[in-house]
């Protein structure tokens, strides 16, 4: 890589490679979106609140709001707003996509952890109440995911922070006019350097594009990209990686055969090296062998495995021991990856562990039949009990109801003890295999002075240079 870092003259467009699919206005409940739909849906249908740049919430449709009963009742009072037709937004519109997205048979991915919502109620035309069944502090974290951005799929859009000023595989996004801010006529000549122009497409794409200065942020880089990086001369200057937290390891999909005794799937948790594992994807990447990354909002400490007080030579031992006494036949196990120069080198070190204590592995599609996932998703709250129920893809009966049992919790205080309940219960099941924290990485320019690094690895694109908003 080179020393100096990538420039491009404060002119023109932001240009903004996103690594995935080219970006499309799709409804959250119909389909899952990667991060160049979630970053074009973010820009042009912000929620009721919004993350700024640090990942931090601020106002997004609502300009204030309250909490009330103990934290039961959430009201927003929304802001003068349009949407993208010039038509106003009313309180009545925002809970009829509200309550869509969280509707039972929603596929919209964060409507498993919104089913402590009784209600949205419109109170008045610029008022509307999220009523609660049970307390959840982090409610504003997740109304600021683009999952839950308040998105009209037909001509009329959303309602800012961008308008679409240029359709197409690479929208151009302008600054919306903006009803509440004092000079209106100022809004009307935005300058060019205020656009932002949004491109999907392949990891090696986009870095090639920065290297030749001809766009100013990769965003959406995780560890399946990360050994590109080795071949583009980008300087370390403009290599940005997040803090994420989140989930990053093997779920176990399949319980039957070798894999139906928790014993034999806590020997394969024990087998695999993740020092060797990270350190041969990208430097200082940091390993993880529990569940719960702290305590959040458990009652107790996370649980760890207690194959964690052993060596890494005592615990191949120990798992070598186990498949040894194993009389079901030669053990072989099909883990399921996406594709991508990092999975490959995640898998060889994975397939290297496994072998070392007498397992055959074989690597198949994201997609495929498989008795291991891998699972790969940055918290887009801060509640241990995400973390559990991400991780129990397929778990025991009994760890499945602890979960159930967290989430209906009807106070914080027995909602804590049941997070520490369910965390040991899972610890116990051994039905996920974690390994490190997600990786996430940015190239940014220079320009771009008010990205941040952030825990929710978000960055929205109205809070990339200092004067946007």
């Given at each position: 890589?080179?020393?100096?870092?990538?420039?491009?003259?404060?002119?023109?467009?932001?240009?903004?490679?996103?690594?995935?699919?080219?970006?499309?206005?799709?409804?959250?409940?119909?389909?899952?979106?990667?991060?160049?739909?979630?970053?074009?849906?973010?820009?042009?249908?912000?929620?009721?609140?919004?993350?700024?740049?640090a990942g931090q919430i601020e106002p997004g449709l609502a300009e204030r709001w309250i909490v009330i009963d103990g934290g039961m009742s959430y009201i927003f009072r929304l802001r003068e707003g349009d949407w993208g037709d010039g038509t106003p937004v009313t309180a009545d519109q925002v809970v009829a996509i509200l309550n869509r997205q969280i509707a039972s048979g929603s596929r919209n991915p964060l409507a498993p952890f919104l089913t402590a919502i009784d209600e949205i109620v419109a109170m008045t035309p610029q008022v509307i109440e999220v009523r609660l069944g049970r307390?959840?502090?982090?409610?504003?974290?997740?109304?600021?995911?683009?999952?839950?951005?308040?998105?009209?799929?037909?001509?009329?859009?959303?309602?800012?922070?961008?308008?679409?000023?240029?359709?197409?595989?690479?929208?151009?996004?302008?600054?919306?006019?903006?009803?509440?801010?004092?000079?209106?006529?100022?809004?009307?000549?935005?300058?060019?350097?205020?656009?932002?122009?949004?491109?999907?497409?392949?990891?090696?794409?986009?870095?090639?594009?920065?290297?030749?200065?001809?766009?100013?942020?990769?965003?959406?880089?995780?560890?399946?990209?990360?050994?590109?990086?080795?071949?583009?001369?980008?300087?370390?200057?403009?290599?940005?990686?997040?803090?994420?937290?989140?989930?990053?390891?093997?779920?176990?999909?399949?319980?039957?055969?070798?894999?139906?005794?928790?014993?034999?799937?806590?020997?394969?948790?024990?087998?695999?090296?993740?020092?060797?594992?990270?350190?041969?994807?990208?430097?200082?990447?940091?390993?993880?062998?529990?569940?719960?990354?702290?305590?959040?909002?458990?009652?107790?400490?996370?649980?760890?495995?207690?194959?964690?007080?052993?060596?890494?030579?005592?615990?191949?031992?120990?798992?070598?021991?186990?498949?040894?006494?194993?009389?079901?036949?030669?053990?072989?196990?099909?883990?399921?990856?996406?594709?991508?120069?990092?999975?490959?080198?995640?898998?060889?070190?994975?397939?290297?562990?496994?072998?070392?204590?007498?397992?055959?592995?074989?690597?198949?599609?994201?997609?495929?039949?498989?008795?291991?996932?891998?699972?790969?998703?940055?918290?887009?709250?801060?509640?241990?009990?995400?973390?559990?129920?991400?991780?129990?893809?397929?778990?025991?009966?009994?760890?499945?109801?602890?979960?159930?049992?967290?989430?209906?919790?009807?106070?914080?205080?027995?909602?804590?003890?049941?997070?520490?309940?369910?965390?040991?219960?899972?610890?116990?099941?051994?039905?996920?295999?974690?390994?490190?924290?997600?990786?996430?990485?940015?190239?940014?320019?220079?320009?771009?002075?008010?990205?941040?690094?952030?825990?929710?690895?978000?960055?929205?694109?109205?809070?990339?240079?200092?004067?946007?908003?």
């Amino acid at each position: 890589m080179t020393g100096c870092d990538q420039r491009r003259p404060d002119t023109g467009p932001v240009i903004v490679s996103a690594i995935g699919a080219p970006p499309r206005l799709v409804d959250p409940r119909r389909q899952p979106i990667d991060t160049p739909s979630r970053l074009l849906i973010d820009s042009t249908a912000q929620g009721l609140v919004r993350f700024d740049a640090a990942g931090q919430i601020e106002p997004g449709l609502a300009e204030r709001w309250i909490v009330i009963d103990g934290g039961m009742s959430y009201i927003f009072r929304l802001r003068e707003g349009d949407w993208g037709d010039g038509t106003p937004v009313t309180a009545d519109q925002v809970v009829a996509i509200l309550n869509r997205q969280i509707a039972s048979g929603s596929r919209n991915p964060l409507a498993p952890f919104l089913t402590a919502i009784d209600e949205i109620v419109a109170m008045t035309p610029q008022v509307i109440e999220v009523r609660l069944g049970r307390p959840r502090p982090d409610l504003l974290k997740l109304f600021a995911q683009p999952e839950l951005a308040l998105l009209r799929v037909t001509p009329a859009g959303g309602s800012g922070p961008f308008r679409v000023a240029s359709r197409g595989r690479s929208p151009l996004l302008r600054p919306a006019f903006d009803p509440n801010q004092a000079d209106p006529e100022d809004q009307r000549a935005t300058r060019p350097e205020k656009d932002v122009r949004l491109i999907g497409e392949r990891a090696a794409r986009a870095i090639a594009r920065f290297a030749h200065h001809d766009s100013d942020l990769v965003s959406g880089g995780s560890f399946v990209d990360w050994p590109l990086l080795a071949t583009a001369e980008v300087s370390p200057a403009n290599l940005r990686v997040d803090p994420a937290a989140g989930l990053f390891g093997l779920a176990i999909v399949r319980r039957d055969g070798f894999l139906a005794d928790a014993a034999n799937r806590e020997a394969v948790a024990e087998a695999i090296d993740r020092t060797a594992l990270t350190a041969a994807i990208a430097p200082n990447w940091d390993a993880a062998d529990r569940i719960l990354p702290d305590i959040l909002d458990s009652a107790a400490l996370p649980q760890v495995p207690g194959w964690t007080l052993l060596t890494q030579d005592e615990r191949r031992i120990a798992a070598r021991q186990r498949v040894a006494a194993w009389s079901g036949g030669p053990v072989s196990l099909r883990i399921a990856l996406p594709s991508g120069p990092g999975a490959t080198l995640l898998y060889a070190q994975v397939a290297a562990s496994l072998i070392a204590v007498g397992i055959t592995p074989e690597r198949v599609a994201q997609d495929a039949e498989a008795e291991l996932v891998l699972v790969d998703a940055v918290a887009p709250y801060d509640s241990a009990r995400w973390y559990l129920a991400t991780a129990c893809v397929l778990c025991g009966d009994g760890a499945q109801a602890a979960i159930t049992a967290a989430r209906e919790a009807p106070t914080l205080a027995d909602r804590a003890r049941r997070i520490a309940e369910a965390d040991a219960a899972m610890n116990a099941d051994v039905a996920f295999i974690p390994l490190a924290r997600p990786l996430r990485w940015s190239l940014v320019s220079t320009r771009l002075r008010q990205w941040q690094p952030n825990v929710r690895a978000w960055h929205p694109l109205n809070r990339l240079r200092a004067d946007t908003n």
